[in-house]
């Protein structure tokens, strides 16, 4: 392994040379222009090219991974963990201060030490690892600028938190307002907002606290923290998020904004007891966003035509149903700024309030004052409203009023929590409403689920799942591969599966009727409104997103119904 570890700064120059010529397209007189630049700045080429902005960074370490060998860290996912780095320094009796100069990081592992570098000309700082790690093996990873900079960051963070904690303070709130435990909560969200992430759970756990990231709905862990550290972090939120620091046995709900960049984000904070301690977590919202349209949901030709004829419906109640976090509110927003001409009156009350859209009234629902969706919808009767959308019908009362209100000549939009489409029905006659009131007043119900998308550069061709080749289904079948662009998960983003249910007089008949759901369904399947694991499959046969990850969020009934 010590060879892998001997590269040649002057051979690397010359065998890059070539290359830079072919793959970044660098002229003779680039390659000129580096050279002189190189022997002025008594530098190396690479570092000239690079100064003199002839190639990116990124693709040039790219190059120079593939010669030397060196597996490319390119991404923060692949960046060691900064306690990894100190604890392996201390016990090979390395100064840290050393290897951030050297920008040169060891990680122990089970069967090597991994160690990350940005310079793999460094004999002399190469050579040290190589003779205190003695008859270790060692794995050397290329890290980019970029990365290399970040780990600075991470280490020297760490490092500050790790004294902090060992000075034994207990005062909860000095800790909190200590300079290392604000870096690090701030850098935990800054990481989470350029991961796209769209919830941080941080959880109490023994012997160690995990912070994970959602990211295109799935779930990945982040980093691990001693659990001594818990405490000062969750007050540090808590501080954040005007909570009550002291409450540790019941649940809080607060927000706070922060910023990243240009771009501002809310951030809803809840807490719940658990048997370690406390789990928190962290909904990340943005509060400007591109301008929320039908047509970039994902919605197919015929349901976006139907979904535009309920929205033109001058009374009723259209409902969009699905788990949490399954894209209902951002539908619903996609179909106010459609209905939205400016001659019409559109009214909205929610908890909370995600999105701002302009030339629509919205309210924020107070429950802790007694302002719930009930009372500011009695409120919005009185406003002379033509739209009016809630954000969940969660009791009998809040159900009664949108009836009411659907009953007086308005079109009133909003959510539910079931399963599938036709679930509404038999789910609204359980909260108290009587079935001839469902029948009369629902025009239309949606039901979602969110898919992640397949990553456009890196998926391939692949044969149409065996269960379809009997319906002839034809098209575009690809899986996820993984590549630099999507950080190796193979996916990227999100869109949405729907099933659009309008509702007819025969349908309206079996409700009233009180008919099982599976008669409504199979009503509405005989009128040729697709499932949504029909509707994933189709998005799947063009290539959108993969049959495993429709089978993953659709659930197996809706395929055989």
């Not at 030490?113 to 050397?140: H, M």
């Not at 954040?240 to 019941?250: G, N, P, S, T, Y």
């Not at 500011?376 to 009185?382: H, P, Q």
């Not at 159900?399 to 399963?419: F, K, Y």
């Amino acid at each position: 392994m010590a060879s892998k570890l001997q590269i040649d700064s002057d051979n690397l120059d010359a065998q890059l040379i070539p290359l830079l010529t072919n793959q970044a397209a660098l002229t003779d007189s680039d390659i000129e222009l580096a050279k002189n630049t190189a022997k002025e700045l008594k530098c190396s080429l690479r570092e000239a090219v690079s100064r003199l902005g002839l190639c990116g960074e990124d693709f040039l370490f790219q190059i120079m991974g593939g010669i030397i060998q060196w597996p490319l860290v390119n991404s923060i996912s692949q960046c060691p963990a900064a306690h990894g780095v100190l604890a392996c320094c201390a016990q090979l009796g390395i100064s840290i201060d050393w290897c951030l100069e050297h920008e040169i990081y060891p990680v122990e592992n089970e069967q090597d030490i991994a160690l990350y570098c940005s310079e793999p000309t460094d004999r002399f700082g190469l050579n040290v690892i190589s003779s205190v790690a003695g008859q270790r093996d060692i794995s050397p990873y290329l890290l980019t600028p970029a990365m290399a900079a970040t780990v600075n960051d991470d280490v020297a963070r760490e490092r500050a938190v790790s004294e902090l904690f060992g000075r034994n303070s207990t005062d909860l709130a000095a800790l909190a307002e200590e300079a290392p435990v604000i870096n690090l909560v701030n850098s935990i969200i800054e990481r989470a907002i350029q991961a796209e992430a769209s919830d941080i759970h941080i959880e109490a756990g023994n012997p160690s606290m995990l912070v994970r990231f959602r990211v295109d709905g799935r779930m990945n862990e982040f980093m691990q923290q001693p659990m001594t550290r818990f405490a000062a972090i969750a007050s540090r939120l808590k501080l954040m998020a005007h909570l009550d620091i002291a409450e540790r046995r019941l649940p809080q709900d607060g927000r706070f904004t922060t910023r990243a960049g240009k771009r501002e984000f809310d951030v809803r904070v809840s807490t719940a007891p658990d048997v370690h301690g406390e789990s928190i977590v962290m909904r990340l919202l943005p509060k400007k966003r591109d301008e929320l349209s039908l047509d970039g949901l994902g919605f197919e030709s015929d349901h976006l035509t139907l979904i535009r004829e309920w929205g033109a419906l001058s009374n009723g109640i259209v409902l969009v149903t699905g788990p949490t976090g399954s894209g209902k509110s951002t539908t619903l927003y996609g179909l106010l700024a459609d209905i939205r001409t400016g001659q019409e009156k559109i009214v909205t009350v929610e908890d909370p309030v995600e999105y701002q859209v302009e030339g629509v009234t919205q309210v924020q629902a107070r429950p802790d004052i007694g302002y719930t969706f009930a009372k500011a919808l009695r409120t919005f009767l009185r406003q002379d409203p033509d739209v009016i959308m809630v954000g969940e019908i969660r009791d009998k009362e809040t159900a009664d009023i949108a009836v009411q209100a659907s009953l007086t000549g308005h079109l009133v939009l909003s959510t539910l929590h079931t399963n599938d489409a036709c679930s509404v029905f038999p789910r609204l006659s359980d909260i108290g409403v009587e079935p001839y009131l469902v029948a009369a007043t629902i025009q239309g119900v949606q039901a979602q689920r969110l898919v992640r998308k397949l990553c456009s550069n890196c998926s391939e061709p692949t044969e149409a799942p065996t269960f379809m080749t009997t319906s002839g289904m034809a098209g575009n079948w690809r899986k996820p591969v993984g590549c630099q662009e999507c950080q190796g998960r193979g996916y990227h983003g999100r869109v949405g599966v729907y099933e659009l249910v309008p509702v007819t007089p025969e349908i309206r008949e079996l409700i009233t009727q009180r008919a099982p759901v599976a008669d409504i369904r199979e009503l509405a399947r005989k009128g040729g409104n697709r499932s949504l694991m029909e509707d994933g499959l189709l998005k799947a046969s063009r290539g959108i997103t993969s049959v495993e990850e429709v089978l993953r969020v659709c659930s197996q009934e809706d395929l055989e119904s």
